[in-house]
């Protein structure tokens, strides 16, 4: 059974700042997908990452794949109130491609 | 591109009631997955169902099922339904980015409350 421990569960910061959430596991993934999602609605994909090393930027969102496949992080910098939100990261392995393991999430909120 | 829909959208229903939810994926999309959101569990998978078949299944009990129609549309049930079974229910269609990677996109959800 895969897990995603995903941390820091919760995070209150002020306008401006950085910060930078974790995503860990003990299994390889093929793939792993960020998402944000805003209360009553569904999940909306921000970034795949396939590669291990592998770094992607959104606009002032920076996603990592660890070397080993095993972990993520994604880096906001500069933070603005309209980044609150539940941030997701999902995994998935080549045996059940279309079958995504969760981490638990990590609600930001951005106060101005 | 219009993307995953879901209906209905909110939905209240008695315990030992049974409920069906259906989704419709992204145009082009052959794959769709199921997955549900609690507050204490976050979001778990259901199944997944490819080309009319079911292709994965989450650990959940037998009064959960799906299928999927020709047009990749699909539909869940959940049958005698529990207190528990509250919660949002979310449909994913999957895009293939390479041979086993793929992406998947997510439906608004339906939002099931049992009394």
């Known amino acids: 059974t895969q897990l995603l421990e995903q941390s820091p569960q919760f995070l209150s910061i002020q306008e401006g700042e950085n910060l930078t959430v974790y995503c860990n596991s003990s299994?390889?993934?093929?793939?792993l997908q960020w998402y944000r999602q805003e209360p009553g609605e569904g999940p909306v994909l921000l970034v795949t990452v396939v590669t291990g090393g592998e770094v992607k930027k959104l606009k002032r969102l920076t996603f990592q794949f660890g070397d080993a496949r095993k972990d993520s992080s994604l880096h906001i910098t500069a933070a603005q109130p309209g980044d609150t939100g539940l941030y997701l990261c999902a995994g998935s392995t080549s045996g059940s491609a279309r079958q995504l393991t969760f981490g638990s999430g990590t609600q930001l909120t951005v106060l101005p | 591109k219009a993307g995953v829909t879901q209906t209905p959208r909110y939905l209240i229903k008695t315990r030992g009631q049974q409920v069906t939810l259906s989704c419709s994926p992204i145009?082009?999309?052959?794959?769709v997955s199921w997955y549900q959101q609690t507050p204490g569990q976050g979001l778990q998978f259901l199944f997944e169902y490819f080309s009319e078949t079911q292709r994965n299944k989450g650990n959940f009990p037998g009064r959960f099922s799906g299928r999927q129609f020709s047009n990749s549309r699909s539909e869940m049930n959940v049958s005698t339904l529990e207190l528990g079974d509250s919660a949002l229910y979310l449909c994913?269609?999957?895009?293939?980015?390479?041979?086993?990677?793929?992406?998947?996109?997510f439906g608004p959800g339906t939002r099931l409350t049992v009394t």
């Open positions: 994913a269609s999957s895009l293939r980015k390479e041979w086993d990677k793929y992406e998947q996109y």
């Open positions: 145009s082009g999309h052959r794959s």
């Open positions: 299994s390889v993934f093929s793939s």
